[in-house]
T-cell receptor, first 112, second 114 residues
C-alpha cells in the first residue's frame, strides 16, 4: 500500500538556525497537507499543496511540492522557540479516494 | 463553535475492560475519523466515516468498533482493552472526504491499559 516517509525523525537546532523536513511517497499524490503538533497538543493544519512544483510561503515557513508530486518539503528560516513541535506531512494516493496517510513526523527542538 | 471535542481527556483501564471514547463535532462535517498516535509511529487511522450510518476500517481497526448514528457524534469503542492499546487517540473531522479538505483534530484522549 501507499507509504509516506518523512525524514529526519528528530532535529535539534539552535535558535536562529534553519530547519527542513522532507516527505516522500511511494506513489504519486493528488495533494499533500502539512500539520504541526505542539508538545502535548493535537495536530493543527498548516497548509495544502496541490499543483506540481507548487511553492507556498507562510512567514518564515516555505512549503514545496515536487514536480512529480511524490515528494514535499517544509523549510523554516531562522527558527524560533515557538517553532518547537512535531511536523507531519499527509498525502492521498492520486489514484484512489482513500484516506490521508500520515508520515511519522519530524520532531523539532529549538535551543534558545 | 466548539470544533471537535473528545472525552475523557485521560483514562486508565485494566486489561479486559471495555470503554467508549466520545467524539463530537459541531461543524456539520460529513467525514470523521479516529487515529491513534504512538511514539515514533505517527498517526495511524483506526476507523472512519463518510457520513451518518456509514463506517469503514482504516489501517489498524482490530479491537475497536465505531458507529455513526448522527452527523455530530462518532464514538470509538474498545471491546476488551489490551496493553497494546495504550496510546493517544485523536478524533478528526473534515467537511467531506474529498481529497482537498483539511482535517480538524480534537484535543485527544490519553489511554493507559494496565
Amino acid at each position: 500500500g501507499q507509504q509516506v516517509m518523512q525524514i529526519p525523525q528528530y532535529q535539534h537546532v539552535q535558535e536562529g538556525e534553519d530547519f527542513t523536513t522532507y516527505c516522500n511517497s511511494s506513489t504519486t499524490l493528488s495533494n499533500i497537507q502539512w500539520y504541526k503538533q505542539r508538545p502535548g497538543g493535537h495536530p493543527v493544519f498548516l497548509i495544502q499543496l496541490v499543483k506540481s512544483g507548487e511553492v507556498k510561503k507562510q512567514k518564515r515557513l516555505t512549503f514545496q511540492f515536487g514536480e512529480a508530486k511524490k515528494n514535499s518539503s517544509l523549510h523554516i528560516t531562522a527558527t524560533q522557540t515557538t517553532d518547537v513541535g512535531t511536523y507531519f506531512c499527509a498525502g492521498r494516493d492520486g489514484g484512489s479516494q482513500g484516506n490521508l496517510i500520515f508520515g511519522k513526523g519530524t520532531k523539532l527542538s529549538v535551543k534558545p | 463553535n466548539a470544533g471537535v471535542t473528545q472525552t475523557p481527556k485521560f483514562q486508565v483501564l485494566k486489561t479486559g475492560q471495555s470503554m467508549t471514547l466520545q467524539c463530537a463535532q459541531d461543524m456539520n462535517h460529513e467525514y470523521m475519523s479516529w487515529y491513534r498516535q504512538d511514539p515514533g509511529m505517527g498517526l495511524r487511522l483506526i476507523h472512519y466515516s463518510v457520513g451518518a450510518g456509514i463506517t469503514d476500517q482504516g489501517e489498524v481497526p482490530n479491537g475497536y468498533n465505531v458507529s455513526r448514528s448522527t452527523t455530530e457524534d462518532f464514538p470509538l469503542r474498545l471491546l476488551s482493552a489490551a496493553p497494546s492499546q495504550t496510546s493517544v487517540y485523536f478524533c478528526a473531522s473534515s467537511y467531506s472526504s474529498s481529497t482537498y479538505n483539511e482535517q480538524f483534530f480534537g484535543p485527544g484522549t490519553r489511554l493507559t491499559v494496565l
